[in-house]
């Protein structure tokens, strides 16, 4: 979603801020812009990719200063006058922002009423009133603050006085935002990925900060005004991290990555003496709880449908799993004793922040499993665990949904032991996490078969299906969204059984049904439920593990742990969605419409 970059204190700031944009691009933008301090200010703005964007720029005109923006569309629609930076009606202050102010039409009523705005955005609302207060005599810090007194919503905000080229106002609320410390400069970007090669020393910030960034000082306040001390943290990415290498696409190198993400959790969640290296106050608190409550969106959610079983049966805990979006405004009736885990890759998705909002009103233990360490779920849940994916770039999220499966595996794995469970005792974690590594690794081989096959299945048709039981209709619904969000195929994951309850209507002559199939008791009932849709025209495609295959199955997953089979059934359907995207010649790794990071509700 929307992302910032600005930099103070260092030469070529128009190179420096390009590139930020570049690294941000990965978070979904459908328009960006530059304003540039220098001899000659520039502010420069296009719709589409940041390369329209360069086209505009005079690269000559450079400065020591400047902030820039990518857009994602949320009031008004992506054109130039849309887009960021906005500057008030002067000309005088110019501002980029992340988030979505909510009483933008209340502010425009009472204070703007006679402005004229040159698009729809929430954003130019914000800059107007900035230069509004500041026409009252108060300097633009003062007026700055004043105007975020009245503010309700999300912000992460840069803003800069055209007359002072060496100083930049930032504020923060509810949207992710960043400082960078540098030698004689300073930065600030909505992910440290964007800076990280000019720093890797951050400062977080939280919610209703202002900062005031000149080349040698970082000023903190927070809402009342006093001076806040932090220190920085060293991020432990390296920019070779970001870098596509040799692949065609951001998506199959993270595809191609999960063996060693799969071997790397097994490396940092194993003690020496192979015990599973959890937090004891977090398994305490766990162990407290008699329900758990896995709160998610979109892919990371499917990762917790995926956990269910494992986590039930290692820790005899019953485990729920909510849609953020739902759960925080239709709160179901809890148990006595909830714990919440927010499952989210990018650790900053508005949906599920709102939900833990709430819990941590309610005094709820909470725990975040995400990727990103330092990230706002992160910082406001009782506990972390980290995926240590690495940086996931690709819009559709692979690696970072089998490592969330296998993180609450290894948490299960110590939940049960602590709890004394036997099926917890027996499971030798991270010896089947290691064989999962290796049979990854076999699928990953066979990206050949797998283009042909969905070359054959996937090319002439508007729609396609899979269906499984259990464990299998949860990968089923991921490999949908997989499928339907980047090759824009109409793909729906089905609980094999539910067909012929309304859903087989729409099984025609040739509609493709993909069946997934790794549990030994309910497989001969999905294949049952193949031959229905068979029977009325449907082609259908089956992914198998080796021990329930038949001779005519097409796709032949190596036997893992069945508690597991997730983690190796999903790896085809990427590859199947990453083909079938190409195929058909869109951007496998920014989606239309897509964000990365989706932080506003
Ligand atoms: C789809 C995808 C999304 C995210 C969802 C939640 O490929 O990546 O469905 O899973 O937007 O994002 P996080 O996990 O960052 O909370």
């Given at each position: 979603m929307c992302g910032i970059v600005g930099v103070v204190g260092k030469n070529d700031a128009t190179t420096i801020i390009l590139n930020g944009l570049k690294r941000l691009e990965y978070r979904g933008y459908d328009s960006a812009g530059i304003y540039v301090a220098g001899d000659e200010s520039h502010l420069v703005k296009a719709i589409g990719p940041i390369k329209n964007l360069e086209e505009k720029l005079d690269t000559t005109i450079t400065g020591t200063m400047g902030i820039g923006h990518t857009r994602w569309a949320?009031?008004?629609?992506?054109?130039v006058a849309n887009a960021h930076p906005h500057t008030s009606q002067n000309g005088e202050l110019v501002l980029v922002h992340n988030g979505v102010i909510e009483n933008y039409d209340e502010l425009r009523q009472t204070y703007l009423a006679t402005d004229h705005f040159y698009?729809?955005?929430?954003t130019e609302i914000a800059v107007h009133l900035i230069a509004h207060f500041k026409n009252t005599g108060l300097t633009t810090k003062a007026a700055f603050k004043k105007a975020l007194a009245v503010i309700d919503g999300s912000y992460a905000f840069a803003l800069v006085?055209?007359?002072?080229?060496e100083t930049i106002y930032v504020a923060k609320n509810k949207s992710p935002l960043l400082i960078g410390l540098g030698e004689g400069f300073n930065v600030l970007c909505s992910d440290a990925l964007a800076m990280l090669d000019q720093t890797n020393r951050f400062v977080e910030l939280t919610d209703g900060e202002m900062v005031t960034l000149t080349a040698d000082n970082v000023t903190i306040e927070n809402a009342a005004g006093e001076i806040i001390k932090r220190d920085y943290y060293v991020a432990e990415?390296?920019?070779?991290?970001?870098e596509k290498g040799t692949y065609p696409y951001y998506m199959l190198k993270e595809i191609d990555e999960q063996p060693v993400v799969m071997r790397k959790i097994v490396q940092k969640y194993q003690?020496?003496?192979?015990s599973v290296a959890i937090d004891q106050n977090l398994l305490t608190s766990l162990k407290n709880s008699d329900r758990i409550y896995i709160v998610a969106c979109g892919t990371s959610s499917h990762a917790g449908w995926a956990a269910k079983k494992f986590f039930e049966t290692l820790t005899q805990i019953p485990v729920e799993i909510h849609l953020s979006s739902e759960f925080g405004?239709?709160?179901?009736?809890?148990?006595?004793k909830p714990f919440f885990i927010y499952l989210s890759?990018?650790?900053?998705?508005a949906d599920s922040r709102q939900v833990l909002v709430k819990t941590n009103e309610l005094a709820y233990p909470s725990l975040t499993i995400t990727?990103?360490?330092?990230?706002t779920l992160s910082r406001e849940a009782t506990y972390t665990l980290l995926?240590?994916?690495?940086?996931?770039?690709?819009?559709?999220?692979t690696k970072a949904y089998t490592a969330q499966i296998a993180v609450m595996a290894v948490l299960a794995k110590a939940l049960g032991v602590e709890k004394g469970i036997s099926a917890a005792l027996q499971f030798d974690l991270f010896h089947e996490l290691s064989l999962v590594a290796s049979a990854m690794e076999t699928m990953i081989n066979e990206k050949e078969s797998l283009a042909e096959l969905t070359a054959d299945y996937l090319?002439?048709?508007r729609n396609a299906f899979y269906i499984g039981r259990g464990n299998d209709y949860y990968v089923s619904m991921e490999a949908a969204l997989k499928l339907k969000e980047?090759?824009?195929?109409q793909a729906e994951g089905f609980a094999?059984?539910?067909?012929?309850?309304?859903?087989?209507?729409?099984?025609?002559?040739g509609t493709p049904v993909i069946g997934i199939i790794?549990?030994?008791?309910t497989g001969p009932h999905t294949r049952g439920n193949l031959q229905e849709v068979t029977s009325r025209g449907a082609r259908t495609l089956v992914i198998a593990t080796e021990d329930l295959a038949?001779?005519?199955?097409q796709i032949l997953l190596p036997t893992v742990h069945p508690l597991l089979s997730s983690l190796l059934a999903v790896v085809p359907t990427q590859l199947i969605a990453y083909f079938a995207t190409l195929q058909r010649g869109y951007d496998v790794d920014k989606p239309r419409n897509l964000a990365k990071s989706v932080t506003v509700e």
């Open positions: 949320t009031h008004g629609k992506p054109t698009g729809q955005t929430d006085d055209t007359k002072d080229s990415l390296d920019a070779s991290d970001i003690n020496d003496d192979g405004y239709n709160m179901p009736l809890l148990s006595e890759q990018s650790g900053e998705t990727n990103v360490a330092g990230s995926l240590h994916a690495g940086p996931e770039i690709a819009v559709a999220s090319t002439d048709t980047i090759s824009y195929l094999a059984g539910e067909l012929k309850h309304g859903t087989i209507a729409l099984i025609e002559e790794t549990d030994a008791v038949k001779a005519d199955d």
